[in-house]
């Protein structure tokens, strides 16, 4: 350190707006991570260079150890007085330090993006494995899992391609060829992984952020690939005369892995979200701040999203292998109507998008069907939420999972030693030499009675995978903040959660929130208390122009909720009536994702201006 840097190293910074500067010049210019986390106590008034050199050690450290900037930044404020102090004096201090750490300490903060980036090669390694399998399906004179097989795949790629097409709707024809050239070149995982990792902003004309496009595209990957290929792969290897089941066992392991760990990253990586955090914190903050319990609460999703995968996959075979088509049909669709009728006597089966007429039914039959499978292959706790299946169900189907697996096993042995045995008469013949010569004779290869696995293989398996879910769903519970536990067994309705933003909370931001919802979840309860409520408040919001009522809030306001056909007059701008065009004439998609549910999630939770200004933006 050179001498004439010594003075300002203990001169007191007195300018607040001299110790921000000071303190972005430290950071921009240091490079080392402390061993451990430096603790600086200082008043904000008598800080010195050298205790700015000590708050970036700090936040250095913090980056390195937390998930992702937002919890580095908010937790650095936190924990040191000073900062708040100085966050107060500058509202915008946080998140000007958010924006300059992911830009000049992007490198620090490595386990985001390695996820990341493992998520996408798992993703294309399973599509590689899906496509390895079809060829040797072909050639091993397995047509029918073959075509299976590459329909699961090309599903996924047109899903994707929607999916794609919608998202870029607006742009340039050179953009949206690019982004098909993409998907149909199979590497849109690893695009959509870098984007997040190297922080892409929300770009204008785009329906979803990066990571909400990564998020929907693995969702889709996983009901049109990802669900069908184990099945396809967990039948070639029990069934009879398969030379392929090393091969399709391999692709099994892989496709359980790499669903995994989808399921587990948008579950992960939603819940450590500050914003999530700060704008929902009755359902986001399970996973605690400290490595240890992120690593438990990250690995308890794995295994539980693993374990539960295989015992669906292996238990919907095995009932097959019993009952035909036929059987397992029944026993699914049962399952799935039970589901249905519990949500229509609870009257919440409608889905929360403000979606209406035929695209209405449409999207809520095919939400709660899609969402329902997810959760019950891969236990994804993202939809543990209210407003898709709650908490009380998310658990329920656990335990519907473990129950059917133990039943198809212990199925599958009877009907195997039965098989083996010959009926009735080889088991009352009373001969004990002859079960042994039947059991130890040629008769137990079972590649010639249409069973490709010893029954006690399959049974031991399933009894492994039933303890695996039971003991991953402990921990996870463990592992959480306590506080949470309570979200995976409640039965609060989607009606009731959306109700609640409007009678349990004063802020006329938040309240608006229930209008960015379909009408049929509250204006039957308290709908004529939301007419009033808008009539008293919008001469004050169209006179004090507040920052969260913008063109987009004032198109959820539906006409027969003004009571003044002046006031609906100053309200249908023309800026308004092009929203309310486009929505009217948008796809049951843009509908969704115009809906601004999320819009309002970020910009009327009482954010800071700077946010609220982002998320319009």
Same mark, same amino acid.
């Given at each position: ?8 190293m203990?001169?007191?910074? +007195?300018?607040?707006?001299e ?18 986390e ?78 990341? &980036? ?26 029918? &899992? ?11 790629? $047109? ?28 590497v ?124 669906r ?41 403000? $979606? ?13 069907v ?14 543990r939420?209210?407003?898709e ?5 998310f ?17 599958y ?12 008469e ?18 137990i ?68 929130q ?20 808008l ?17 987009l ?59 609220? +200004?982002?998320?319009?933006?």
């Amino acid at each position: 350190m050179k001498m004439s840097s010594l003075p300002s190293m203990v001169k007191k910074i +007195q300018d607040n707006t001299e110790l921000v500067i000071e303190f972005y010049r430290i950071l921009a210019s240091t490079r080392g991570t402390p061993a451990s986390e430096p603790v600086c106590d200082v008043a904000l008034a008598a800080m010195t260079g050298r205790d700015l050199t000590i708050l970036v050690g700090a936040l250095n450290y913090m980056l390195k150890y937390e998930a992702n900037e937002e919890d580095a930044v908010a937790r650095f404020v936190e924990t040191h007085e000073a900062m708040k102090d100085l966050n107060a004096a500058y509202p915008s201090f946080e998140k000007s330090l958010q924006e300059q750490s992911k830009r000049l300490l992007a490198d620090k903060q490595k386990w985001a993006k390695v996820k990341l &980036f493992v998520a996408a090669a798992l993703s294309m390694g399973d599509l590689f494995t899906d496509i390895m399998m079809v060829i040797q399906f072909f050639g091993m004179q397995e047509p029918g &899992f073959a075509w299976a097989t590459l329909a699961s795949i090309l599903a996924n790629l $047109v899903f994707q391609a929607i999916l794609v097409h919608f998202q870029n709707r607006t742009l340039p024809l050179r953009t949206r060829i690019w982004e098909q050239v993409y998907v149909w070149t199979l590497v849109k995982p690893g695009v959509d992984a870098w984007r997040v990792a190297s922080g892409t902003e929300h770009e204008v004309g785009k329906m979803y952020d990066p990571y909400l496009e990564m998020a929907t595209i693995k969702l889709l990957e996983i009901v049109a690939e990802s669900i069908p290929g184990a099945l396809i792969q967990l039948s070639a290897i029990l069934r009879a005369g398969s030379k392929t089941t090393s091969a399709a066992l391999f692709s099994f392991v892989f496709c359980i892995f790499a669903t995994a760990f989808t399921s587990t990253m948008v579950s992960y990586d939603f819940d450590i979200s500050q914003s999530n955090r700060k704008h929902s914190p009755f359902y986001y903050g399970y996973t605690p701040r400290n490595l240890i319990g992120k690593a438990k609460v990250f690995l308890s999703l794995f295994a539980l999203a693993s374990f539960n995968l295989l015992v669906r996959t292996y238990a919907c075979i095995l009932f097959y292998m019993e009952g035909g088509f036929t059987g397992i049909s029944i026993v699914l669709c049962a399952e799935l109507l039970l589901y249905i009728l519990v949500k229509a006597l609870r009257r919440d089966l409608w889905y929360w998008a403000p $979606v209406y007429g035929f695209s209405g039914y449409v999207i809520t039959a095919a939400t709660r069907v899609l969402i329902k499978i997810v959760v019950d292959w891969t236990a994804l706790v993202q939809l543990r939420h209210p407003n898709e299946v709650g908490g009380a169900y998310f658990t329920f189907s656990i335990f519907v999972t473990i129950t059917g697996g133990i039943i198809a096993a212990l199925g599958y042995e009877k009907k195997a030693v039965e098989e083996v045995l010959g009926g009735d008469e080889i088991i009352n013949h009373g001969n004990e030499s002859v079960v042994e010569e039947v059991l130890e004779g040629d008769e137990i290869n079972r590649g010639n009675e249409g069973v490709g696995m010893e029954e006690s293989t399959v049974v031991t398996t399933m009894v492994i995978a039933c303890v695996g879910t039971i003991l991953s769903f402990g921990t996870l519970l463990l592992s959480m903040n306590k506080e949470y536990v309570h979200t995976f067994i409640g039965t609060k309705t989607s009606d009731k959660v959306i109700q609640e933003k409007f009678t349990d909370f004063e802020e006329d931001a938040i309240r608006f929130q229930v209008l960015a919802n379909n009408r049929y979840k509250w204006e039957y309860k308290i709908g004529p208390q939301v007419k009033s409520w808008l009539d008293e408040r919008l001469p004050v919001w169209l006179e004090d122009e507040p920052e969260w009522f913008d063109d987009l809030c004032k198109s959820q306001i539906p006409d027969d909720f003004v009571s003044d056909p002046a006031i609906l007059v100053r309200l249908r701008t023309n800026n308004v009536k092009a929203i309310l065009e486009e929505r009217r004439r948008s796809s049951v998609l843009g509908i969704l994702t115009s809906s601004a549910a999320v819009h309002d999630e970020v910009v009327n939770s009482g954010g800071s201006v700077e946010e609220q +200004q982002e998320a319009k933006e």
